[in-house]
């Protein structure tokens, strides 16, 4: 996480009054958690997140996959995770791994707990944007998952969402995603679209009009 937070470093050196974090997916993991372990981060913007921490994706350090390790460390030390369940039935590509995710959460439901990413705690203002028919992971559930232990703290909390938009929320401006002959997105060009679009002012405002930010990814 510390190469998040020397990020944080740079923009306060350089005079920064108002810090925002933004990513997508496994980037949006990061933001959360820089968040919670950086209090000088005022605002993170969520694209399709997860709730929880999770495995690594791909060789780590070391060049080796197995055995599963946590995708970050604080300190030096793994943040608790959660593993994939390698019983799960690859299908031929283009896959949705969604249902992957959806069984490791099943399989090793006892290590949720430790794994959860504790939002409540973080400072910063938090903005969630989710689609309900994302075919990697379950980002809506779990962006719903945030923000109900914000508002169980009190704590502010915006959720942007559409139940017939994917993976990845377009952004005004932005090209649509790319198909990949991997995976699936879900969702369609025109409800991912309307949801970045839905997003925009809310991504202005956590920026605050123009001041620095982090983009993980």
Not at 176 to 188: L, N
């Amino acid at each position: 996480m510390e190469t998040f937070t020397a990020a944080v470093d740079v923009l306060q050196r350089e005079g920064a009054r108002r810090i925002t974090i933004l990513g997508a997916s496994k980037c949006a993991e990061a933001a959360l958690l820089t968040a919670v372990h950086d209090p000088r981060v005022d605002a993170v913007v969520a694209l399709s997140p997860t709730s929880r921490v999770w495995c690594n994706v791909g060789p780590g350090r070391d060049g080796e996959r197995y055995p599963y390790r946590s995708s970050w460390t604080w300190q030096e030390r793994p943040l608790p995770f959660v593993p994939m369940d390698d019983a799960w039935p690859f299908p031929e590509p283009p896959v949705d791994v969604r249902s992957w995710y959806e069984l490791s959460e099943r399989t090793f439901s006892h290590r949720l707990p430790a794994a959860e990413i504790p939002v409540e705690a973080a400072r910063a203002e938090l903005i969630l944007v989710a689609g309900g028919d994302d075919a990697m992971w379950p980002s809506l559930p779990s962006a719903e998952q945030l923000a109900h232990r914000r508002r169980s703290t009190g704590a502010a909390v915006r959720l942007i969402a559409r139940h017939d938009a994917g993976h990845r929320p377009r952004l005004p401006g932005e090209h649509p995603a790319s198909a990949s002959p991997r995976f699936r997105y879900g969702g369609t060009p025109e409800a991912d679209a309307l949801l970045g679009e839905a997003a925009w002012p809310h991504v202005l405002d956590a920026i605050g009009g123009g001041g620095p930010l982090v983009r993980t990814g």
